[in-house]
């Protein structure tokens, strides 16, 4: 019987793990990433994504729109957006950001990708 309850138990508790671990649109779980629904970047985050990129030289970037982002020792946020190398005739591309903004204000660019 107690093999039984033992069993019992453990079901509920990888089950109960597994439902905290699905990200939905009005939750958010440490360390998940999780979609955004708005569809303009609020001035805030984009201050974020500026002060990011503005220290970058050679290429110019601009947020198109905040895709997700993940609760972490700060948070992390993605965003899509149009680079442009700085020369004549440059084209744009759409490429992904992703920056971190740290628990004292510090800004930083994890990835930039294709």
Known sequence: MFKTMFAG???IALLTGA????????????GGWTATEETEIAPEVQE????????L????????ELIE???VNG???????ESRVVRPG???KTVTVTIHKALDGTVTILDIAE
Do not use: P, S, W
């Open 9 to 11: 138990a453990a079901v």
């Open 19 to 30: 439902a905290a671990m699905n990200n939905t649109a009005d939750t958010q779980i440490l």
């Open 48 to 55: 974020i994504f500026d002060e990011a990129t503005d220290k």
């Open 57 to 64: 030289i050679g290429v110019d970037y601009e947020a198109v």
């Open 69 to 71: 982002t993940q609760i």
């Open 75 to 81: 948070t992390n946020y993605r965003f899509k957006a």
């Open 90 to 92: 440059a084209e744009k």
